[in-house]
């Protein structure tokens, strides 16, 4: 079993940053991929980034390519969303998931098919204009 701990959401302005942090505990195959995922209200979740952490290897979402940056702390057990450049459209509840994935291609891919085993219960990020 995976227990998955979101925190570090807020409201700022736009431009501005933040980072979540998501603690993980339970097996650690089960979470060899591990992402964020988002969901606005009125909106379907979508997948923001993932990494395939035996590699470090990461993908993201078109729309928040060069903004976003997933990261892996792995002596805390703590995965890392810094976001900067921050839009209004960014705000959502922001989800921490794992599953697991035997290769890098089968974790990019669930960033958009959002076909995760374990969720946290979310952050919320709001960001006023």
């Known amino acids: 079993q995976v227990q998955l701990v979101e925190s570090g959401g807020g409201s700022v302005q736009a431009g501005g940053s933040l980072r979540l942090s998501c603690a993980a505990s339970?097996?650690?195959?089960?979470?060899?991929?591990m992402g964020w995922f988002r969901q606005a209200p009125g909106k379907e979740r979508e997948g923001v980034a993932v990494?395939?952490?035996?590699?470090?290897?990461?993908a993201y979402a078109d729309s928040v390519k060069g903004r976003f940056t997933v990261s892996q702390d792995n002596a805390k057990d703590t995965l890392l969303l810094q976001m900067n450049s921050l839009k209004p459209e960014d705000t959502a509840m922001y989800y921490c998931?794992?599953?697991?994935?035997?290769?890098?291609?089968?974790?990019?891919?669930?960033?958009?098919?959002?076909?995760?085993?374990?969720w946290g219960k979310g952050t919320l990020v709001t960001i006023s204009s």
């Open positions: 990494i395939y952490t035996a590699r470090g290897w990461t």
């Open positions: 339970g097996y650690t195959y089960s979470r060899s991929c």
């Open positions: 998931a794992a599953a697991r994935s035997n290769y890098y291609s089968d974790c990019a891919d669930r960033l958009s098919t959002n076909d995760m085993n374990y």
